[in-house]
């Protein structure tokens, strides 16, 4: 089985699972118990700490970026004076870093299937029409940009190739560019570039969503299957080391007939998932919060059915709790650049993005046996955690979700029983789905006897009362609790007012068998408390 080496601070993590060292069971979906009468608001939390569903992968926190509107373009690169020598802007790479971004996915997307890498490298670069979102194009930002803006914030480079109007041939010698040291042209050119070593880029995508009919080189299913398959071979010939994924769609038809004709050759099954839009509530957003897991278990099904479960495993590689806003995308009308600008409208994004991010990292951390890796997208701007503008950056709401995760969940997460009452939600679509009150996933560090428990309270109004224990364990360390909620389920954070919703901390002391922690409404928390055995 293939291995991703470290690059970087990164450590290395095989696609195959790790040994465990406790009984390492396949993830189900988070069990919730019967429903109970709204006014109660408890949870109760029964964490089983001999039941393991494995090690969290540090992939499952990273991003993803494309060449639409200002992601790059005013977001991440703008070559003046107040950016870096690089043209990197600086203020953004900092509040980029303190996320720990494990990996970023790049040029798209939509944008890869009409993106020649030539296009973007060396010193003499012209502009191009981006076919995809039917914009120009500066190529001033290509692949030695993306390489190094990813050495400036600590993440692994993660490359979407043209699986439209590209040709294994292109995507081949991209490998070459980027990873061949010996005599070779495309080699040459990065020398020539002012890079003589390789960048030693590992994970790769064949393509975009090429099963869709707004993808520039859709294809049908049998002839994505062979493409896939010829891709792999001529990019596995030029580096043999290589991680390698494919789009999948839910599609039996598609997914299974790419797996069993490219199979052998891949490592990885690409899924995307945007779960409402634009312009949902708080309580539409709330009713879709069983989706990411939804398409995690989807995807779980296809590699079963074609018996590659552990030896494929799953790139959720494009998520976001909302669409984004796109109107003449696919040829449909015309583009409209000020249109898109809809993105930067910071009052979208509140609690209801938070909250819903929060479930999707949840439902990855449970089904971190076959998840891999997750991008959340984009990373600035558009729906993005990090808004940048032209004075300063603004973080919105799921900016500090991701922080949270990144840095206080532990490295193993462990099974655990949620009794929890259930409320009722409008949909987008004007039915009423019943939704948990409370999310959780909890995650461990058994050498220092520490636990962290993300805990999540979907209800917009009521608090949530979470009664915590491990049968046959105390908790008997001071802890601390990390939440992030607002004082009104509808706040934002903007440049006007850039913490309305931000993190408080408060400490959590315990020396029994339980613990309880109330969680304010809308909000999302991290746990962090030691136990030993009694």
């Known amino acids: 089985m293939r291995e991703l080496g470290p690059l970087g601070t990164l450590r290395a993590w095989a696609l195959e699972p790790s040994g465990a060292t406790t009984q390492v069971l396949s993830a189900s979906p988070l069990r919730t118990g019967a429903r109970v009468p709204d006014m109660t608001a408890h949870l109760e939390l029964n964490i089983d700490w001999h039941r393991s569903f494995g090690e969290r992968n540090p992939l ?34 900092e509040a980029i870093r303190r996320l720990q971004p494990a990996v970023v996915r790049w ?39 993306f390489v190094a803006f990813c050495r400036a914030v600590g993440a692994e ?90 789009p999948a769609c839910g599609d039996i038809d598609w997914d299974v007939g790419l797996l069993r004709c490219a199979g052998e050759q891949l490592d990885l099954l690409a899924v995307h998932g945007y779960a409402a839009h634009g312009g949902a509530s708080y309580e539409q957003m709330v009713a879709r919060a069983g989706y990411p897991e939804q398409k995690i278990a989807r995807a779980e099904q296809m590699l079963e059915l074609v018996g590659l479960t552990g030896r494929v495993r799953i790139a959720f590689d494009e998520w976001n709790p909302r669409h984004w806003h796109h109107p003449g995308h696919a040829g449909r009308g015309r583009p409209n650049l000020d249109e898109w600008a809809r993105n930067d409208d910071n009052s979208t994004y509140t609690m209801a993005d938070a909250v819903l991010h929060a479930c999707f990292l949840n439902s990855a951390l449970r089904h971190c046996q076959s998840v891999a890796i997750t991008n959340f997208s984009p990373l600035v701007n558009t729906r993005g955690p990090i808004y940048a503008y032209d004075g300063g950056v603004v973080l919105r709401p799921t900016y500090h979700v991701c922080e949270l995760y990144a840095s206080r969940t532990l490295p193993e997460v462990l099974d655990a029983n949620v009794i929890v009452e259930h409320f009722k939600a409008g949909t987008e679509q004007g039915g009423v789905a ?19 428990i993300a805990l999540t309270n979907l209800h917009p109004d009521g608090p949530l009362e979470c009664e915590v224990w491990a049968p046959g364990r105390r908790f008997a360390a001071t802890g601390g609790v990390v939440t992030l909620t607002a004082p009104e389920v509808d706040d934002f954070n903007d440049v006007d007012h850039p913490t309305s919703v931000s993190p408080i901390r408060a400490e959590l002391a315990s020396t029994g068998e339980r613990f309880t922690v109330t969680l304010p409404p809308r909000s999302v928390s991290v746990v962090e408390i030691g136990a030993e055995p009694w």
Request: charged share 25%.
């Open 434 to 452: 019943e939704v948990p009150r409370g999310d959780a996933a909890v995650t461990i560090d058994r050498a220092a006897g520490r636990l962290a």
């Open 157 to 246: 480079p993660y490359i979407c190739t043209n699986g439209g109007t590209g040709t294994p041939e292109e995507m081949s010698d991209w490998v070459e560019y980027c990873n061949l040291s010996g005599k070779s042209r495309n080699a040459r050119l990065r020398v020539d570039n002012g890079n003589a070593q390789p960048f030693g880029v590992r994970l790769w995508s064949i393509g975009n969503e090429n099963y869709g009919d707004w993808e520039i080189g859709a294809r049908d299913a049998a002839e994505w299957a062979r493409y896939v398959r010829e891709s792999a071979k001529m990019m596995r010939r030029v580096d043999d080391r290589v991680v390698l994924s494919a």
């Open 107 to 145: 040029p798209g997307g939509c944008f890869a299937s009409s993106y020649h890498w030539r296009d973007g490298i060396g010193p003499q670069r012209l502009p191009s029409f981006d076919k995809a979102w039917r914009a120009e194009e500066p190529n001033t930002f290509g692949t030695d940009e």
């Open 60 to 93: 499952l926190f990273g991003y993803f970026l494309e060449h639409f509107h200002r992601q790059i373009y005013g977001g991440i690169f703008q070559p003046t004076s107040s950016a870096g020598s690089s043209g990197l802007r600086l203020d953004v790479i």
